[in-house]
């Protein structure tokens, strides 16, 4: 018999994928990875803490976006996906321009091909999935594959960013800030981040993780941002977010709350203070608890975050 190499295979896979489905919908799920930790269910209740700190992932924990960049293109190539000819390729120039528009994964692919490149690609030689049910069936497959790929990456390359692993163990020690993660990105997805990089003492600390399967609308949109808040029972203007995109911002500052970035090189040139950021930094590394909320505490919620060390 002839023997079919990777690529073949999944591109037969993803084309019975779209062939089965009629009238095929995604639901997605609430609340799966929203947590309740030691340190929220022990003498201290939520009403206890006086500020939050919120941590998106991919960017901010550590530096991902190039590692979903290259399992992307793997997953396209695997894929065989074409568009007039041409292999379905995703430049790092664009990523840039993606990751900085468009937050989680699915809307990355459906904003790509429905809107920046206007047809979806064919798959394996074959016609183009024309109903939105085929469409959507496509981007589930790819998406499943990416993330496959993705942990492959991570479970090879992850290394945290600089600084964030010690704030967010001060920030863990101390009593009065209750501690999160809020990730677009897809649960799969980033367990294997937080598994690598946190480790199981750590994460089993965090008062809320939740990731893009808990919520329906995805960053720039706040609801994630929201979610957190009222899950925490906390005043969303107590509330601080450490972000690195602009698409994070827009979700964190639509959801009234302050927001620092720890910019990528992918980001750096964004316009954050323009977008109303309350600091940018090029790293975590001098960013401790007493430059976030000392100023909160000293002079009011309306106060200047991390005077000295922001960059201008």
């Known amino acids: 018999t002839m023997m079919m190499n990777r690529p073949m295979i999944v591109a037969l896979l993803l084309l019975l994928t779209i ?27 939520a009403a206890s803490y006086e500020f939050a700190l919120l941590f998106d992932c991919d960017g901010v924990i550590l530096e991902t976006e190039e590692l979903h960049r290259l399992a992307y293109n793997e997953a396209f190539r695997a894929a065989d996906l074409t568009i007039e000819g041409e292999p379905v390729v995703w430049s790092v120039p664009y990523y840039d321009i993606l990751q900085n528009t468009v937050g989680g994964g699915k809307p990355k692919m459906f904003y790509h091909f429905r809107e920046a490149v206007g047809k979806f690609p064919m798959v394996a030689g074959k016609s183009p999935p024309a109903t939105e049910e085929q469409q959507q069936a496509l981007v589930d497959a790819l998406q499943a594959h990416k993330t496959q790929i993705y942990r492959d990456f991570i479970e090879e390359q992850a290394v945290p960013r600089p600084g964030v692993l010690e704030l967010m163990d001060e920030a863990l020690a101390d009593p009065t800030i209750a501690v999160g993660v809020c990730s677009a990105s897809t649960k799969e997805a980033v367990t294997k981040v937080l598994d690598v990089t946190l480790g199981a003492e750590r994460r089993s600390k965090l008062n809320v993780c939740i990731l893009g399967d808990d919520v329906e609308r995805k960053k720039p949109d706040p609801q994630i941002y929201n979610t957190a808040a009222a899950t925490l029972g906390m005043d969303k203007s107590r509330c601080v977010v450490v972000e690195d995109s602009m698409v994070g911002l827009r979700a964190a500052k639509s959801a009234e709350m302050k927001c620092v970035i720890t910019y990528t090189s992918s980001t750096a040139g964004e ?23 000392g100023p909160l505490r000293e002079k009011g919620l309306d106060a200047d975050l991390l005077p000295g060390i922001k960059d201008a």
């Open 19 to 45: 062939s089965l489905v009629h009238g095929f919908a995604t639901t997605p799920r609430f609340g799966s990875a929203t947590s309740t930790s030691a340190r929220s269910s022990s003498s201290l209740s």
């Open 271 to 293: 316009d954050f203070y323009g977008e109303g950021a309350e600091a940018k930094v090029p790293n975590l590394s001098n960013v401790n608890l007493e430059a976030i909320f």
